[in-house]
């Protein structure tokens, strides 16, 4: 008696099957989208500029280290003059920088990627050193001092467009290409000559920098007091790294944004980091540590079709279960037959919907292709039900529950933060609506009625 149900319960099952995998090529479609926007933005940063990182400014005291040392040469003890060149990294006493950041687009096919161009005044001062005081071989090292530097790290010298002489004590000093340090990779570095470092003094500093680079700027904290400011028309930036700007330092709403990060030196590796690599003058090979303390400001689109587009089609085997299980228990309720090749049509046509999401997202608003794609399945699935059902209006009440379960889908998608509580919500809702709907269904009578029919 139950074999014709049970047959039918598996028929439905393996359409689901085949609708899931389905919906797994069109999620490994929008993946590969993803990917062309990246390789789109990459070839912008290959044609231009990269993302920026600044490093500095670090004085950098060379120096070259004579001394005494015993060796052992065939059992035979001697005394031998070693002479080592190496450089010692000054880090300001206060590191202050006030960036104002402009915002533009570029285009690779149809990928829009942001770029920026940043003004930033960079100021402070340094406590130099005393020459005794300098790492040496020996007590009785000799110390002859070089001619000092100023380095400022840059991570990619191309998107320097303008930078000014530093300020140095009384003097200016202009600036010259890369930064000796490979610590810090690229940059740029300015001669500031002899220093007395017969005793201890304060040195100030000041320099403008205008750089470009694309979606995010990074810096790395090497003061001993850290204040970096930055202000930008760009209404949607996103704070990451090891430090954030705490809520009363920041301000953010359509006209922009302001930002302040207060960092010391206490909180942060990074002159540790920094000062490790050119130890003895011994410069790690390749570019400046991954591991280096930094914090970032991105200037990206604050939606993401292609993240939004991925996170709708996970729910897309929910909408094809929910609307298989009200054909289903319509069919047995009201004794309609609903052939295997209705239900996968209609299992086609949702799972259309979220191709038509992406690829319509990629030329307009994504708040309009969700609405076009969803209007476009809706009224396609309401008209071919209401011939399959046999009802106009039967249609149209399958109609207005997508519309109902595509709304929801959409508030989970712009409401990333409250997507688990609300998805759950939803699901228990939709559980409960089934469980009351059929509270009063005998399923060996439905069964037997089935079979007889």
Same mark, same amino acid.
């Given at each position: #008696?139950?074999?014709?149900?049970? !047959?039918?319960?598996?028929?439905?099952?393996?359409?689901?099957?085949?609708?899931?995998?389905? #919906?797994?090529?069109?999620?490994?479609?929008? &993946?590969?989208?993803?990917?062309?926007?990246?390789?789109?933005?990459?070839?912008?940063?290959?044609?231009?500029?990269?993302?920026?990182?600044?490093?500095?400014?670090?004085?950098?005291?060379?120096?070259?280290?004579?001394?005494?040392?015993?060796?052992?040469?065939?059992?035979?003890?001697?005394?031998?003059?070693?002479?080592? $060149?190496?450089?010692?990294?000054?880090?300001?006493?206060? !590191?202050?920088?006030?960036?104002?950041?402009?915002?533009?687009?570029?285009?690779?096919?149809?990928?829009?990627? %942001?770029?920026?161009?940043?003004?930033? $005044?960079?100021?402070?001062?340094?406590?130099?050193?005393?020459?005794?005081?300098?790492?040496?071989?020996?007590?009785?090292?000799?110390?002859?001092?070089?001619?000092?530097?100023?380095?400022?790290?840059?991570?990619?010298?191309?998107?320097?467009?303008?930078?000014?002489?530093?300020?140095?004590?009384?003097?200016?000093? &202009?600036?010259?290409?890369?930064?000796?340090?490979?610590?810090?990779?690229?940059?740029?570095?300015?001669?500031?000559?002899?220093?007395?470092?017969?005793?201890?003094?304060?040195?100030?500093?000041?320099?403008?920098?205008?750089?470009?680079?694309?979606?995010?700027?990074?810096?790395?904290?090497?003061?001993?007091?850290?204040?970096?400011?930055?202000?930008?028309?760009?209404?949607?930036?996103?704070?990451?790294?090891?430090?954030?700007?705490?809520?009363?330092?920041?301000?953010?709403?359509?006209?922009?944004?302001?930002?302040?990060?207060?960092?010391?030196? !206490?909180?942060?590796?990074?002159?540790?980091?920094?000062?490790?690599?050119?130890?003895?003058?011994?410069?790690?090979?390749?570019?400046?540590?991954?591991?280096?303390?930094?914090?970032?400001?991105?200037?990206?689109?604050?939606?993401?079709?292609?993240?939004?587009?991925?996170?709708?089609?996970?729910?897309?085997?929910?909408?094809?279960?929910?609307?298989?299980?009200?054909?289903?228990?319509?069919?047995?309720?009201?004794?309609?037959?609903?052939?295997?090749?209705?239900?996968?049509?209609?299992?086609?046509?949702?799972?259309?919907?979220?191709? %038509? !999401?992406?690829?319509?997202?990629?030329?307009?608003?994504?708040?309009?292709?969700?609405?076009?794609?969803?209007?476009?399945?809706?009224?396609?699935?309401?008209?071919?039900?209401?011939?399959?059902?046999?009802?106009?209006?039967?249609?149209?009440?399958?109609?207005?529950?997508?519309?109902?379960?595509?709304?929801?889908?959409?508030?989970?998608?712009?409401?990333?933060?409250?997507? %688990?509580? #609300?998805?759950?919500?939803?699901?228990?809702?939709?559980?409960?609506?089934? #469980?009351?709907?059929?509270?009063?269904?005998?399923?060996?009578?439905?069964?037997?009625?089935?079979?007889?029919?």
């Amino acid at each position: #008696m139950q074999k014709s149900l049970f !047959l039918k319960v598996l028929i439905i099952l393996a359409l689901t099957a085949l609708i899931f995998v389905l #919906m797994a090529v069109i999620g490994s479609t929008i &993946e590969e989208r993803s990917q062309y926007r990246q390789q789109a933005v990459n070839s912008i940063a290959s044609d231009s500029v990269r993302e920026q990182t600044i490093t500095g400014p670090i004085l950098v005291i060379p120096y070259t280290d004579e001394f005494e040392q015993v060796v052992d040469k065939n059992g035979v003890k001697e005394v031998v003059t070693r002479s080592v $060149q190496r450089k010692h990294l000054v880090f300001p006493n206060q !590191l202050d920088i006030k960036g104002k950041v402009d915002t533009d687009h570029r285009y690779r096919g149809i990928h829009k990627v %942001l770029v920026y161009s940043g003004r930033h $005044q960079i100021g402070g001062g340094f406590i130099l050193p005393v020459a005794f005081e300098l790492p040496r071989g020996s007590p009785q090292s000799r110390i002859t001092i070089g001619k000092a530097s100023v380095a400022l790290g840059i991570e990619d010298a191309r998107g320097i467009r303008d930078i000014s002489k530093v300020a140095w004590d009384q003097g200016k000093f &202009e600036f010259q290409e890369s930064t000796g340090l490979q610590s810090i990779g690229e940059g740029v570095h300015a001669d500031v000559g002899m220093l007395p470092l017969t005793q201890a003094g304060f040195v100030k500093f000041a320099l403008e920098l205008s750089l470009d680079g694309i979606e995010r700027q990074h810096f790395v904290p090497v003061g001993k007091t850290n204040t970096v400011t930055l202000t930008s028309a760009w209404p949607h930036p996103q704070f990451s790294g090891r430090f954030l700007p705490s809520p009363s330092n920041r301000s953010i709403d359509d006209s922009g944004f302001k930002a302040t990060w207060n960092i010391s030196s !206490l909180a942060t590796t990074a002159q540790q980091q920094l000062r490790q690599s050119e130890l003895n003058g011994v410069a790690t090979d390749g570019p400046r540590p991954p591991a280096l303390d930094r914090f970032s400001v991105g200037f990206i689109e604050p939606v993401n079709v292609y993240s939004l587009a991925n996170r709708a089609s996970k729910y897309g085997l929910l909408f094809v279960i929910l609307t298989f299980g009200a054909f289903f228990v319509f069919e047995m309720l009201k004794r309609l037959p609903i052939h295997p090749i209705q239900y996968l049509l209609v299992g086609l046509a949702l799972a259309v919907f979220f191709l %038509l !999401l992406v690829s319509l997202s990629e030329k307009i608003d994504f708040g309009v292709a969700y609405l076009s794609a969803s209007v476009a399945c809706i009224a396609l699935i309401s008209f071919y039900l209401s011939y399959v059902l046999r009802d106009w209006r039967r249609g149209v009440g399958f109609g207005l529950g997508l519309t109902l379960l595509y709304s929801a889908l959409f508030g989970l998608l712009i409401s990333e933060s409250n997507a %688990l509580v #609300m998805g759950s919500i939803l699901l228990f809702a939709i559980l409960a609506a089934v #469980m009351v709907a059929t509270r009063k269904i005998d399923w060996y009578q439905v069964a037997a009625g089935e079979a007889k029919a």
